[in-house]
Structure formats: structure tokens, C-alpha cells
């Protein structure tokens, strides 16, 4: 079989895309020219119109953080207090003094607390004595913090009422810490 008889039987395929290696670059077809007289700002008003509206959007979404109020500038109110749930005060409890925290001690304990619950400590309550209870029922060797009232006086040893704490109803994003009600006698 000669050269010829071999090229002859392979099909040929006619396809743009398929050019020989090393042969002639394929012939393209030069776009029309744009209209002279055409302008893409005054001829297209859906491109101008979007255009603008990503603008207008741009600023928007740049500029709402400058004008929200931040934590500092804003009293929060009831609708916007991220909180974690605080468990129901329920009934009064019983239980005995073990002990009382230090300053130090109460100061932890109470930024702990207030970045465990998203709020913040009702005013009232900054200056209070802290006291270590083991309440009735508990397992043993458990200790919780209970706030001593002010003008109420309890020692290590003394048996007392307690209520949990709550949200202050009179202070949104505030809450009331658990309390000594009364010294029992």
C-alpha cells in the first residue's frame, strides 16, 4: 500500500478546533466594529441603572456600622439582650453558711458570672457580701455563692433561706443574683 492508498483511508475530519502541529494559525473573522455613535452610559439604561444600585448598596453596607449605637453609646433594651436562659428562682431553699468569698474573690466570681450570662449584675447587688452555702439536699461538700442582703449579718454556721437568681424586672439586660431571703434560727 503506497502513501496515497493510506491517507486515502483514513477518514478526514474537518474541525475547526483541529489544526496539524506546526501548520498555519487558524483564519478568525475580525468582530464588526462597534457603532460610532453609540454609548454604553446614555444608550444602556439597565447598565446604568445597575451600575447605580451597586453604589447605592456599597455605601449602605459601609455606612450602617458608623451609624449603629455600640454597647457603650446604648442602653440595651428587653429585645435586643442576647441572655442565656437563668434558671426559674422557684421556691425558697435552705441551707447553711460554710463560708464567704474575698474581694478578690467576689470580683471573679462576678465577671465570670456576667460573661457566662451575656448581663450584667443589678446595681443593687455590686457591693454585697459574697457567702459560700451548702444547701440543703446538695451533694456533699457542694458550695454555691449566695449574696448576704445589706443590714442582714449571718456566720459561718448559720442556717438560711435562699432564693436563686432572676432577671431584674425594673432592668433589662440585668439580673438579680442569688440571695439570702432570712437567717433562720
Not at 483541529?18 to 439604561?45: C, M, N, Y
Not at 425558697?92 to 449584675?121: C, H, K, Y
Not at 458550695?143 to 442556717?159: E, M, N
Request: aromatic letters at 4%.
Amino acid at each position: 500500500m503506497t502513501d496515497q492508498q493510506s491517507r486515502a483511508s483514513v477518514p478526514q475530519v474537518n474541525s475547526p478546533d483541529v489544526r496539524p502541529i506546526g501548520g498555519p494559525p487558524p483564519q478568525t473573522s475580525a468582530a464588526p466594529a462597534a457603532h460610532p455613535e453609540f454609548h454604553l452610559w446614555k444608550d444602556a439604561p439597565a447598565w446604568r441603572n445597575l451600575l447605580l444600585a451597586a453604589i447605592g448598596i456599597s455605601i449602605l453596607l459601609v455606612a450602617m456600622p458608623l451609624t449603629r449605637p455600640t454597647t457603650d453609646q446604648a442602653e440595651p433594651d428587653q429585645t435586643t439582650c442576647r441572655v442565656k436562659p437563668l434558671p426559674v428562682a422557684g421556691s425558697p431553699r435552705r441551707g447553711q453558711v460554710v463560708g464567704f468569698l474575698s474581694t478578690d474573690q467576689a470580683n471573679t466570681a462576678l465577671q465570670r458570672t456576667q460573661a457566662n450570662l451575656g448581663m450584667e449584675i443589678s446595681p443593687d447587688y455590686i457591693g454585697n457580701v459574697r457567702s459560700l452555702v451548702h444547701v440543703d439536699g446538695a451533694a456533699q461538700g457542694a458550695r454555691t455563692i449566695y449574696l448576704v442582703p445589706k443590714g442582714t449579718s449571718v456566720h459561718i454556721g448559720d442556717r438560711v433561706e435562699l432564693i436563686g437568681g432572676h432577671i431584674d424586672p425594673n432592668l433589662p439586660c440585668h439580673y438579680i443574683p442569688n440571695l439570702i431571703t432570712r437567717d433562720l434560727p
